[in-house]
């Protein structure tokens, strides 16, 4: 499942492509994944748009597109959700069998395709008006990371979960920060000391930029030179070697030595999530927090 710095390297590979570019039509396979906007509505508004910016907020792509004929600006907001992805083909490329969305460009083709359609291609913006602080942005600090911690006697991890607290932190990195920074996932977010409250600030940036710089497994174009079925998408930059070092300090890694202590990688499931976790690195300081076997 795509996290934040996929949508980021996504994001960071799809704007100079996109920007400056107009949608001459719009074709949608898959109304489900522009819930609540309809197909009508998205056809009519993007009809003779051109896109004029690409960011990331949290998880999701936000399009900034420029209408002409209605002399106003539009936001596009994309979600990878599950399994989708996103990315350019020439005009006479055939079509994914899970195509979603397709827009027709002056040069080419914007797909969205999701063979699970959990994704998102909507004029609908609610979702970003509940986003929490964007973890890589100066608005995340530690002293605001600790207000909202104090507040709450969810575990670290499940807390770490909430959009509305660090937008963009998913499962994976949830896991590896708080390996990162020896935190056991089970403690209560208040009982964190402000000394683990920074350390983990630090661990969730430190996690995020290095997966970004890395960029994911994926590859990103769509020439596929070397690459498993040529297509897309997130993923790692071209140039970056074939031998791919597994990146992961403890997620999926249940079972195995940790890296550090030789520990056994635990899993436990908090919220319905995975867990993975070393339970040498990352001991829960207090007894009184020390959780019951269940
Ligand atoms: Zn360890």
């Not at 998205?42 to 051109?50: F, K, P, V």
């Not at 056991?184 to 983990?200: D, G, H, M, T, V």
């Not at 997130?234 to 999926?252: C, I, K, M, N, S």
Request: one cysteine or more.
């Amino acid at each position: 499942m795509p996290e934040l710095p996929e949508v980021e390297v996504l994001v960071r590979h799809l704007a100079p492509r996109l920007v400056g570019r107009s949608i001459l039509s719009v074709n949608v396979c898959r109304s489900r994944v522009l819930a609540p906007t309809s197909i009508r509505s998205l056809t009519h508004t993007l009809r003779g748009a051109r896109f004029v910016g690409l960011r990331r907020r949290a998880k999701y792509i936000v399009f900034n597109l420029h209408s002409p004929k209605r002399h106003s600006e539009i936001i596009l907001v994309g979600h990878l959700g599950m399994t989708g992805r996103m990315y350019l083909l020439p005009c006479d490329a055939p079509l994914p069998k899970h195509a979603a969305v397709v827009l027709d460009l002056d040069r080419g083709k914007f797909v969205f395709e999701d063979t699970r359609y959990f994704g998102r291609l909507t004029l609908d913006i609610t979702a970003l008006g509940r986003l929490g602080m964007e973890p890589l942005e100066a608005e995340f600090t530690p002293e605001r990371f600790a207000e909202v911690l104090k507040r709450s006697a969810q575990p670290i991890k499940v807390k770490l979960l909430d959009q509305s607290v660090v937008a963009g932190v998913g499962n994976i990195y949830a896991s590896e920060a708080l390996f990162r920074a020896g935190i056991s996932p089970r403690i209560p977010a208040r009982k964190l000391k402000n000394a683990q409250i920074e350390s983990l600030w630090r661990s969730i940036r430190e996690v995020l930029q290095e997966a970004i710089e890395r960029g994911s497994s994926m590859p990103l174009a769509y020439s596929g030179t070397g690459t498993k079925d040529g297509l897309f998408y997130f993923g790692r930059e071209l140039e970056a070697p074939d031998t791919y070092q597994e990146p992961f300090r403890v997620y999926d890694r249940a079972g195995k030595p940790c890296l550090e202590c030789g520990s056994t990688i635990k899993r436990l499931v908090q919220a319905a999530r995975s867990t993975f976790f070393c339970p040498g690195c990352q001991r829960s300081q207090h007894s009184k927090v020390r959780i019951k076997s269940s």
